[in-house]
């Protein structure tokens, strides 16, 4: 991947004029090399990254932007690309194993990946990034609560972007929060995935010496998002101490120093304003930022950033991402070394032999789908709808049958309401010869239909607000249609709330002893259920619509007080507002 001259400006709101967070940077990810992006607090190392990898919603994005030599499609590049988020977001309810076949089977198409393959090939990643012992252990929620260590949740997290054969990998991160023992797993894994061939490229804050040893190339921005130095680091980051070394008054490196520590303070804000110095300004005069440049423009070759734009690549609006590998040389590859898959390519062994399973080359799906527009948007996504659909609701119900907190705590409500409700209205079903025997039936009709589905409400919305984290990486990710994930979790829910209506109806019909014919039984039930359903899904809704828990509990119990105070029991028809307290009619 090349860029040449990004520069990226947002609005903040109410402000007229523009803010300038990246400006005018360029460089090179190649395969097979590691590339650290480094800076004081505010330099723009996050923004780079989300702004190359197409995670700007916002803002408007100039340069030029290529993948393998091509203007950069987002549609397309988004399953070209993996990109590691700083928060390890999974879902605890899933094994390691499954939550990796989960995002393989979603995110490489079942042409280059066959159902039969699958598992061999996760089970190859899995042992890439060393969490092969781990494969059948629940990721759970972590800390004390049980589930994957910290460094272990990370390593899945790396995992998981792998599983899709990515060409490049995007890392956010990586080692923040982990002591240096854990760092350096995780390093081991970043350097066992760039060992198969893969363009990484790692946002890191202050590295200590043995995680800096880790990284071959760096690109260095100061605040303002400005290029400092790019290149290679060398042989214990000599080229990088070497440069800044021959930066007039600059402090001297003594070879106990860590490098990382050493480079960030001599090139902060507060020494460059001391020196008088512009570190940009002398990065862009110095031989090393001419030999960048020559770099960048041998990959960059005769595209402009007008050609790119008129070509339909990155124009500021995320277009999107293709890749020109050529489909014919990835498929001699392949069949010119047995089903093996270049390294180089990213690829592992396709078939049954040696952990892998991917029949050809993910670059190999996208050139398919790279002709046009149209072709790109039907192939956004790896799999048919129906295919999500299944896969998204097959790991909903597992979630919830293994979710027993969830599940044992509303069939214990509706047992234990039901039952309460069925000792305060004990026998009154069936006494409906005074005005206070119809009351009491009424009574126990509006108890029954409000007090559980309003508990329903309640319950569900904690189990979306942590699902929401897990949804919005998948989505980035473009695992799935947003409405996929909508319909797996309604529908995931409907056998546990039948099954919570049957208990709750038969304990309280029978205790309040309405009148025992199969048809008004039945209408009963199905009353309760549909509330169940309604309110569940009202919850769901809610939670999906709001920013938060208090705000989704807010607006879920102002529609159902609402709904209460016109149904008919708490304010009859008759004295509605409006309405003629006398009269007989509706």
């Known amino acids: 991947m090349a860029f040449r001259d990004v520069s990226y400006f947002v609005r903040p709101s109410g402000d007229k004029k523009e803010l300038q ?75 390691v194993e499954e939550a990796l076949l989960f995002s393989a089977r979603l995110r490489v198409s079942s042409e280059l990946l066959p159902a039969a393959n699958a598992k061999a090939f996760v089970r190859h990643m899995m042992e890439v990034v060393e969490l092969g012992p781990l494969a059948h252990r629940l990721i759970g929620w972590g800390g004390p609560s049980g589930g994957l260590s ?38 081991r894994a970043v350097r ?28 260095l921005l100061k605040p303002g998002g400005r290029t400092i130095f790019f290149g290679a680091l060398g042989e214990k980051q000599t080229s990088l101490v070497s440069y800044l070394s021959s930066i007039s008054g600059v402090g001297r490196y003594e070879p106990h120093m860590n490098p990382a520590e050493w480079m960030l303070e001599v090139t902060s804000p507060a020494a460059e304003a001391g020196l008088g110095l512009d570190f940009a300004q002398v990065w862009e005069a110095s031989q090393q930022a001419r030999a960048a440049n020559q770099l960048i423009e041998e990959h960059c070759g005769g595209y402009s950033s007008a050609t790119a734009a008129n070509r339909g690549g990155c124009d500021g609006g995320g277009n999107a991402a293709a890749s020109k590998r050529p489909a014919a040389a990835a ?11 270049a390294a180089a390519d990213g690829d592992v062994e396709a078939g049954g032999g040696g952990g892998g399973a991917l029949k050809g080359n993910q670059d190999f799906e996208v050139d398919k789908v790279g002709g046009n527009e149209a072709a790109n948007e039907t192939r956004r996504y790896a799999q048919l709808t129906h295919v999500q659909l299944w896969l998204v609701l097959h790991r909903a119900l597992v ?9 044992g705590m509303r069939f214990t409500i509706a047992f234990a309401l039901a039952w309460i409700l069925g000792s305060l209205y004990w026998g009154r079903g069936m006494k409906r010869n005074s005005i206070v025997g119809l009351m009491d039936i009424m009574g126990a009709i509006f108890s029954g239909v409000l007090f559980l589905p309003m508990t329903n409400l309640m319950m569900v919305m904690p189990q979306v607000m942590a699902e929401r984290a897990v949804f919005y990486r998948e989505k980035a990710s473009g695992m799935y249609r ?78 159902v007080l609402l709904w209460n105070l016109f149904c008919g029991f708490l304010i009859y028809r008759k004295v509605r507002p409006g309405r003629d307290p006398g009269s007989n009619t509706a």
């Open 21 to 95: 967070l990246l400006d005018k940077v360029s460089g090179v990810f190649r395969p097979g090399v590691l590339t650290s992006l480094m800076g004081a607090s505010g330099a723009g190392k996050t923004t780079l990254m989300d702004v190359l990898a197409g995670r700007k919603t916002g803002g408007r994005v100039e340069g030029l932007q290529l993948v393998d030599g091509a203007p950069k499609r987002q549609a397309a590049f988004t399953r070209l690309m993996g990109y590691v988020e700083e928060l390890d977001v999974h879902n605890p309810q899933a094994t």
């Open 150 to 187: 910290t460094e272990a949740r990370k390593r899945l997290t790396i995992a998981v972007e792998l599983v899709a054969n990515p060409s490049i990998v995007f890392m956010d991160e990586p080692t923040t929060g982990l002591d240096a023992r854990a760092a350096g797993l995780v390093m």
């Open 192 to 219: 066992n995935t760039v060992a198969t061939g893969r363009t990484v490229v790692c946002t890191i804050h202050q590295p200590n010496r043995d995680i800096m040893d880790n990284f071959d190339e760096l690109l």
């Open 331 to 341: 498929a001699a590859a392949a069949a010119g070394n047995g089903g093996k898959v």
């Open 399 to 407: 979630s919830h049958c293994r979710n027993t907190t969830y599940n």
């Open 482 to 559: 947003p409405a996929v994930f909508a319909a797996a979790q309604g529908l995931a829910e409907m056998p546990f709330v039948f099954l919570e209506s049957i208990l709750y109806v038969v304990i309280m019909y029978c205790t309040i002893h309405f009148e025992f014919t199969s048809e008004k039984a039945l209408w009963f039930w199905l009353y309760i259920w549909f509330a169940l359903m309604i309110c569940t899904f009202m919850g769901m809704g809610f939670m999906s619509m709001t920013p938060n828990m208090p705000a989704a509990i807010a607006s879920g119990s102002a529609l």
